[in-house]
């Protein structure tokens, strides 16, 4: 039977967006801080998503290009290598639009953004981990600077797609109208590239945010957009439950995830404490009757 009834309304809508992470990440680093930290995109491991190999240098004409353009194209370089080295990104999937929504009651509860068994196996810590539910509009409200930020769905693309999408350096554009024109129109070029991801991983229906601050490190302030905390239910990890509670310190609800052979189990913490006290007072019960 579907577990979709049991879904929290808040959890349905086009504003929610997860994060999946390692329990231990969770424990010892976001919830007691309530911040998620920006990665280095650079230590991404899809290829596509790798910028080093999109710079490239063109240019037509039968003259040598001059000192002075060969100095504004290495300035040029120099200026994207910065902006690699300092884009860092934090990752979140969205609910799709749930197509059989208007021939059903309930949709399949793995049609939600929270509930894909693929990313509990590779960022969930093999669903050993948990999934971070927030509101988007919070986080995005949480920017402090929007200069040093860019957020957007992702485009998934094919190869053929993705070499049409190569940016190249123009020395002939950058000689016509000079590096202080050309090169926002080159960084914007590299940004939107930024958004693009190979359509195998489609399924994540990722929403991205990007920083890129010169800092080394870049948190995000999650306090007032976290909107609930799953966690995947295994004998490995119900003694961590009440860790869980009490950091969350009422600020945000706790529910837990089963994934069993037939189905999926999808309960809030506070039900399954009432159904387990309610069994072990029926046992205790039954043994001092006896």
Known sequence: ??????????????????????????????????????????????????????????HVGHNE???SLRDH??????????????????????NPEISRESQTIYPAIEEYGFCKPRMWEQYGNNYEGVCLVFS?????????????????????????????????????????????KYYPEFEASIKERLFLKHQDYSGENEYRILSFKESQYDFLDVSEALLGV??????????????LERQLKGTAPLYLISFLKENIHFESYIAYKALHSSIENSLKNKFDTA
């Open 65 to 67: 290009p001059s000192s």
């Open 73 to 94: 194209a290495n300035e040029v370089r120099e200026r994207f290598i910065g902006l690699t080295n300092r884009t860092k990104q934090i990752c979140f999937c969205k």
């Open 1 to 58: 039977m579907s577990q979709a009834y049991k879904i929290p309304e808040k959890f349905k809508n086009s504003d929610t967006v997860y994060h999946y992470t390692s329990l231990r990440t969770a424990i010892e680093h976001i919830l007691p801080t309530m911040k998620l930290r920006f990665s280095p995109r650079k230590h991404s491991n899809d290829p596509v998503e790798n910028l080093g190999d999109i710079f490239s240098t063109s």
């Open 136 to 180: 988007l509009s919070k986080l995005e409200e949480a920017l402090p600077n929007k200069t040093f930020y860019k957020t957007n769905n992702l485009n998934y693309v094919g190869y053929s797609e993705i070499n049409r999408s190569h940016v190249s350096l123009d020395m002939n554009t950058l000689a016509k109208i000079g590096i202080h």
């Open 230 to 243: 799953i966690v995947s239910h295994t004998d490995n990890n119900q003694s961590l439950f009440k860790t």
